[in-house]
């Protein structure tokens, strides 16, 4: 790490040293290995962005030579690595143009200073002007995190403008025995790294009601987002399991984001032995590894921030839709009384399409911006999906099996109950003859494929 540091500082021209403190910590070897890759970058970006040239050190009262410091202590079964340097800080107002110029946030927001510090962590984000061996590429942060994460740890990041910048690595001692936290949804057993599970606490059905309602839930002085695991996790749209005066949410911390979990059990603690996930399943997002229980079944461990980060809007758009369905149907002890006064379902959409692939893709858009979405994969099992709801609107493909678009444009139209239904062609037929016949019929709109989302 010497040498990392003195070649850096050589071919940026400045001049820098390396302090470790509490080298002499013991930490398992797979740990360190699988760490020696972050280590190095972090020490060259602390170079390259953080420590200043020699001339504008001296103009702003510092030592020429800028420091680099490592330190490590050990806290429980975790090891802190802490990589620090005095030099100019994060320029966050940089930060922010370049956010800005990748489109990666709103004009019209204002960030915190938090919120523009993680965003160094983005894959292919770099405020460097040129690219250059050790910089500009955009290549760096988001691996680094990503690997500190894969092994069940977490990096934070603190500044000070003009006194430099720290980032902070929570690593596991060892990747051999972990601590782990069982969890069951429904019929399902999953694992989490306990030290990403910050609090274990059962609330009132009536709070997690509310959290269903708000889609958050109240943590020390604000809100966090919030979540049914088994949605998270593709298995089921909201939990069916009424019994009980009291639920369990789980807030769970992954670096400086947090988010509530709600699980029907929590079955435990123990340690873990951890398997390697192996060149099939180490990309899968939010898997952080597996491991046999002592019943020799397979348990899988997961990373619930990262999945949330991915899958949250659709999980919680789809835990909404199923959550009202269940409140209208349950018993009053389910009722949620922020539901008395007005219940708006999220409006319903019939996506008719032959095509699996269209079908999946349209119900995916529509879930994330907060609809209800039923699919069809013809115009007969779209009338039979008529009978069971009416949606508020229908988007459907000509050409399919059975009975075609016009064909259910026809029923519809004909059907006194179903007459003032708006659809929506969405078809690869844009010629105009086409558009003039769907008119005719009483088609509202006329989309070709492939559409465009927005």
Known sequence: LYRVVRQAARETGKEAR????????????????????????????????????????????KEITGTVTIIVSQE?????????????????????????????????????????????????????????????????????????????????????????TSFKLQLPLTTAVTQIVMVRVGEATVALPSSTVELVCRVKVEQLNDAYVAGSHPFGDGVLPFFWLGALLQMSPCSTENAGKTRYILIVKSAQQRIAVHVDEVLGNQEAIVKNLGPQLVHVPGLAGMTLLPSGSVALIYNLVALASLYGEDSQAATRAAW???????????????????????????????????????????????????????GLDALEKLAEEKPSIVLSDIEMPRMDGFDLVRNIRGDAHL????????????????????????????????????
């Open 18 to 61: 390396l302090d470790v403190i509490g080298g002499s910590i013991e930490i398992d070897r797979s740990v360190l290995e699988r760490m020696t890759a972050a280590f190095e970058h972090l020490l060259r970006n602390s170079v390259t962005h953080g420590i200043e040239l020699p001339e504008q050190r001296r103009k702003l009262g």
């Open 76 to 164: 429980g079964n975790e090891i802190s690595v802490t990589v620090q340097d005095d030099g100019s800080g994060l320029d966050l107002a940089r930060i922010h143009r370049k956010a800005l110029e990748m489109g990666l946030m709103d004009p019209s927001q204002t960030p915190t200073e938090v919120e523009l510090a993680q965003l160094i962590f983005t894959p292919r984000f770099s405020t460097a002007d040129e690219v250059t061996e050790l910089a500009g590429r955009g290549i760096g942060l988001d691996v680094v995190r990503a690997e500190i994460q894969a092994i069940g740890g977490r990096i934070d990041v603190e500044m000070a403008a003009g006194k430099g």
């Open 324 to 378: 009202y369905k269940q409140a209208e149907t349950s018993s009053p002890e389910f009722e949620p009384v922020a539901l008395q006064d007005a219940v708006f379902l999220p409006p319903l959409v019939l996506v008719v399409d032959d095509s699996l692939t269209v079908r999946r893709v349209t119900q995916r858009l529509l879930l994330r911006e907060g609809y209800r979405v039923k699919l069809a994969k013809d």
């Open 419 to 454: 007459r003032d239904l708006p659809v929506i062609m969405i078809t690869s037929r844009i010629a105009q003859k086409h558009r003039d016949y769907a008119a005719e019929l009483g088609v509202d709109h006329y989309l070709g494929k492939p559409y465009s989302e927005d």
